[in-house]
């Protein structure tokens, strides 16, 4: 995966249902999938996460969120 592949989100508000994400705490990957869900106003979004197989509600201020490309999304949401 190329950098041109990932980017960053800073806010709630740059994540729309179905857009598939990666997120890190530290260096450590904790929660990979698609966006549910979002309260951008209260900076909190839901995923189906890939890794555990349970809907998660993330803080976006305590992750570093990472939207991937389309190639790499493991499943897909439908609106």
């Known amino acids: 995966m190329t950098g041109i592949d990932?980017?960053?989100i800073d806010s709630c508000h740059q994540l729309a249902s179905g857009d598939a994400i990666e997120a890190?705490?530290?260096n450590t990957l904790v929660?990979?999938?698609p966006v549910t869900g979002t309260l951008?106003?209260?900076g909190l979004f839901w995923i189906l996460d890939t890794l555990t197989?349970?809907?998660r509600l993330l803080d976006i201020s305590?992750?570093?969120v990472v939207r991937i490309a389309?190639?790499?999304r493991e499943i897909?949401?439908?609106a």
């Open 40 to 42: 951008p106003d209260q």
């Open 62 to 64: 305590g992750l570093e």
């Open 53 to 55: 197989g349970g809907r």
């Open 70 to 72: 389309p190639q790499y």
């Open 6 to 8: 990932r980017m960053v």
């Open 76 to 78: 897909r949401v439908d």
């Open 24 to 26: 890190f705490h530290g």
């Open 31 to 33: 929660h990979r999938g």
